[in-house]
């Protein structure tokens, strides 16, 4: 029987997909601060994060995320 192991950077990037899949990304990016895992490609995280997203649909979040934070 063969065991694979996974290196440190393959757990960490499996992680952050995780992650990128559950939390909202404002939630992801106060992880990421908190964590002080600011390092890497801005661009490459931004274009991820928001791959699917319009000005429309993160207005909506935006104002439906303030409506939570109101009550």
Known sequence: MKINLNNDQQIIKEAFQILSEKLEPSKLSRFWTICDLGSGDYSQLKDKLFAEE??????????????????
């Not at 649909?57 to 009550?71: G, R």
Request: proline residues 0%; charged residues 40%.
């Open 54 to 71: 319009t000005v429309d649909s993160l207005s909506d979040k935006i104002k439906a995320q303030e409506a939570k934070t109101e009550n």
